[in-house]
């Protein structure tokens, strides 16, 4: 079952702080969080393993809420290099290393 | 650091022709997937592989097959395209022999079929 991310899309200005959600109906091991640039391929960001770890990438940041499945991606001061397409990638036990993709949140950040 | 390779990167397809799209990995990688995007649709897993000689079926795999015949190759099939097989195609490769690894994507493959 295909997660559910929100918003579809949200356009920022430089500076600017934004949150992705990720919701799954059904219990998760892992969450994946990938960017893609328009015409390229998708590229890794950070992996979130159930237990409500946060990680950080630079000024991007993420957190898993087991009980609500669900994965949150936090950009904070927003640059001009954060647009793209942003992509969760649900995982859950016993599947190895398969996942399951929302349908992508369009980021834009303007000058 | 070639990494993962696809080929070609751009094809186009008269309705019923038959064609394979190869991807290539030099990370010693034993998991890859096979992944169709469509616009709205995010990226939907149409076969996948867990080693050399496997192979298992994703969530889209109609009217698509694969084969695995060398650890770094991974191949896609498609026997007779038709309109609604265009899109793009990714290829990713995975380590699964230490925990929590990502997948790495090919560049993909822009396949139109008229």
């Known amino acids: 079952q295909q997660p559910v991310q929100s918003p579809q899309a949200v356009i920022l200005r430089e500076g600017e702080d934004a949150v992705i959600n990720c919701s799954s109906s059904k219990a998760l091991y892992s969450v994946h969080w990938y960017r893609q640039k328009h015409g390229e391929a998708p590229v890794f960001l950070m992996i979130?393993?159930?237990?409500?770890e946060q990680k950080g990438h630079e000024k991007i940041s993420a957190s898993f809420n087991e009980k609500k499945q669900q994965s949150s991606l936090y950009l904070t001061a927003s640059q001009l290099s954060y647009s793209g397409t942003y992509f969760c990638?649900?995982?859950?036990?016993?599947?190895?290393?398969?996942?399951?993709f929302g349908q992508g949140t369009e980021l834009s950040v303007k000058p | 650091n070639a990494g993962v390779t696809q080929t070609p990167k751009f094809r186009v397809l008269k309705t019923g022709q038959s064609m394979t799209l190869l991807c290539a990995q030099d990370m010693n990688h034993e998991y890859m997937y096979w992944y169709r995007q469509d616009p709205g649709m995010g990226l939907r897993l149409i076969h996948y592989s867990v080693g050399e000689g496997t192979t298992a079926k994703g969530e889209v795999p109609d009217g698509y097959n694969v084969s695995r015949l060398k650890k770094q190759n991974f191949l896609l099939g498609l026997e007779s395209a038709a309109p609604s097989q265009t899109s793009v195609y990714f290829c990713a490769s995975q380590l699964i022999s230490r925990e929590n690894q990502p997948q790495h994507f090919g560049d993909g493959t822009r396949l139109s079929i008229l």
């Open positions: 979130l393993l159930k237990g409500g």
């Open positions: 990638g649900t995982e859950r036990a016993n599947q190895g290393g398969k996942l399951i």
